[in-house]
């Protein structure tokens, strides 16, 4: 039998059986991966909404399908290089007279650094620098090479294409992670277009540009906000505005699997500094506390980062 004919088989064979089990080994080293992600601010979409884990199994067993599939174009694609005895030929070495093959840019890697070391209370991350050293700093990923500069103590736990993190290793940052796995009180940038910010039934900020998305967040009854400010950080320009749920707001937030029963959304308190980016997309800037009687102290440690904060605008 062909080895083109195994494929198939194989292929028919799980696509037939209806895969819907895992071995529970993998099962449990995939939750175990989703428990240790970063966790996810109040002003965004958590990895553990409850709507996720339903889906989780059937995802993951059409992966294994897929897998087994891209395997088989894999092997059946290869080009022979028989000889007429059916002996395998070496593949030739490229000649010193032929050209190279065009490069291919590799996307950003978002693998943890080898040499990242987080606080001892912090299991969550995944792809950061761990603990900064004081001084000048450059996103590996993130806005294509950012540059700030951070006083000692502070911690870098995500740094991907889309986001950075940045939080304090205080007390009040240990504290809350061990009730809740969450931080208290961060630096968070993000690329945005229609963000939700503290809980989804707050509603989206809506527009196509930073002041009109700042703006949109002004207008929404379910927030007590600042007026917008106009602002420029890094050469990027934009509107800053600081905002909580406003305490006459009938609608409530829903706890999410992992708050603690005593969570209130209505205690969070947030500065949104929302930038247009040169592509014509829009980068939000977030200062989040959990604990409204700490938001003053933590902005006043976190705006010079901020400020200190210069982006290429050649992109």
Known sequence: MTPKRDIERVLEHWLDDGIDQMPDRVYLTILDRVERQPQQRAWRVSWRDSHVNSYVKPLLAIAAVVVIAVAGIAILGRPSNSDVGGAVSPAPSPSPESSPSPAVSAAPSVSP???AVYPAWFTGGTDGAGILPA???????????????????WVNDVDNPDEYGLFPDTPANEAEYASSRRIAQAIFMTKVDTPWLICEEAGEAK????AELADSLAANEAFATSEPVEVTIGGLSGRRIDFQLDPAWTGSCALRPGDPPTMDYKDNRGRGIFLDRPDG?????????????????HLAEAMPIIESLQFDTSQ
């Open 113 to 115: 650094s080898a040499n």
């Open 135 to 153: 001084g000048s700093q450059t996103t590996q990923s993130f806005m294509g090479g950012a540059t700030f500069t951070v006083p000692e103590g």
């Open 207 to 210: 527009g196509a540009t930073a």
């Open 281 to 297: 997309g829009k980068l939000l800037i977030i200062v989040d506390s959990l604990n409204p009687a700490g938001f003053e102290a």
